[in-house]
């Protein structure tokens, strides 16, 4: 056994040496005994340590070893981890632990996106019951199931050289539906407007004019906002900044907000008050998720506004921007990474494209198919 006492020191240290690696520290007993039997557990430790190790970088993998070292490197970095471990959790549980990437073939796959296709999204009864709700979507079978196992099975092949089935995700994943584009007439953005007062009109107008999402205008702070170089700042999806330059009347809204709130842009004015919540009538406070959404729940019919939501503003704004412009332009707007995301926008560029070719091709009103005739012959007659 290596153990042993530095001078001066009242405990055992222990070293020795494993498949060339080095481990060493202090047992902290003051027994030579004691210090032998921390240091036995101490070298069983290490070996599984270098096994476990070693099925890291080997060229064959278990699917649990793959989602471990996935999430590792991957998983653990991404928005929502809580999410992220539940799909790589339900992946082990169905695949099974100690199965190796190699077998992992597109029948497996199949029977897995089958399965996940069958569940259905439970509902919270009021009672604290839960019960089966409808079927989860194509997206959700893809975003939980199908990517999940594809990002893991293709950083096992093509970065950490691991033998894996040659497998089809192509095949696997489930169609989805394209996302709606509703864009709002300017009567209809009136209408709404309408319908809203104490603060929620401000926050939606807002949302027309820049495309903002909900949660970016909710969090819109003053130190955020420069009038002098006419800019502003939000935080996006995966905490991503961007900065959009003010036109005048984004500068006006925004100006008329300053007095309201120290810390805060968007507020809303009390109509009652709430002892409990330390709520006064007729003062001004931060506007939440809830109110907004109630807000805007009520306002849309009231308006005699169908099949618009929220986001659909940001859709508005967008379709707006895309025809003054280009797809680069509304791409820095809305903060796409990809600028494939913005394309769903094109649509606008198309009506101008149509506009513009049906005017080509609309005839004069002034000169009619028998008045060309009529001149052509003419001039025959004179030659």
């Excluded at 055992?12 to 047992?27: A, P």
């Excluded at 569940?119 to 019960?131: A, H, L, S, W």
Aim: charged share 30%; hydrophobic share 35%; with cysteine.
């Amino acid at each position: 056994m290596s153990v042993y006492k530095r001078p001066g020191k009242e405990t055992y240290s222990f070293d020795f040496q494993l498949q060339g690696r080095r481990f060493s520290g202090d047992t902290g007993s003051r027994t030579k005994r004691e210090a032998q039997a921390f240091e036995q557990s101490r070298r069983d430790e290490a070996r599984l340590e270098l096994k476990s190790e070693a099925a890291f970088f080997a060229d064959r993998m278990t699917f649990e070893i793959a989602a471990s070292r996935w999430w590792l490197e991957i998983g653990q970095h991404q928005k929502a981890t809580d999410t992220v471990l539940r799909n790589l959790d339900r992946l082990k549980k169905w695949i099974g632990a100690e199965t190796q990437l190699e077998i992992i073939t597109d029948s497996i796959i199949a029977g897995l996106v089958a399965r996940r296709r069958g569940e259905r999204v439970p509902i919270r009864m009021k009672n604290g019951k839960v019960k089966p709700g409808k079927l989860v979507s194509p997206a959700t079978v893809n975003r939980t199931c199908t990517q999940p196992l594809r990002e893991i099975l293709l950083r096992a092949k093509n970065v950490w050289k691991v033998k894996v089935a040659d497998v089809d995700f192509g095949r696997h994943l489930l169609k989805e539906p394209q996302e709606r584009v509703r864009e709002a007439s300017h009567g209809e953005e009136d209408a709404i407007l309408s319908q809203l007062t104490r603060g929620y009109d401000d926050a939606v107008h807002f949302a027309f004019l820049t495309g903002c999402r909900r949660m970016e205008i909710l969090g819109l702070e003053w130190p955020h906002v420069d009038f002098f170089s006419r800019r502003f700042t939000v935080t996006g999806k995966g905490n991503k900044v961007r900065t959009i330059p003010m036109s005048d009347a984004i500068f006006e809204l925004l100006w008329a907000q300053k007095d309201h709130h120290t810390l805060r842009v968007f507020t809303y004015e009390a109509a009652r008050t709430k002892k409990a919540e330390a709520i006064v009538r007729g003062k001004r406070y931060p506007l939440t998720e809830a109110g907004l959404k109630t807000a805007m729940r009520r306002a849309v019919p009231a308006a005699g506004v169908v099949n618009f939501r929220f986001h659909d503003t940001r859709h508005t704004a967008a379709t707006r921007i895309l025809r003054a412009s280009n797809l680069r332009v509304a791409q820095r707007l809305l903060g796409h990474s990809d600028i494939a995301t913005t394309t769903k926008y094109a649509h606008a560029m198309d009506d101008d494209l149509r506009q513009a070719l049906e005017a080509s091709t609309t005839k004069s009103p002034t000169t009619t198919r028998a008045d060309s005739d009529k001149l052509m012959n003419s001039k025959g007659n004179k030659t």
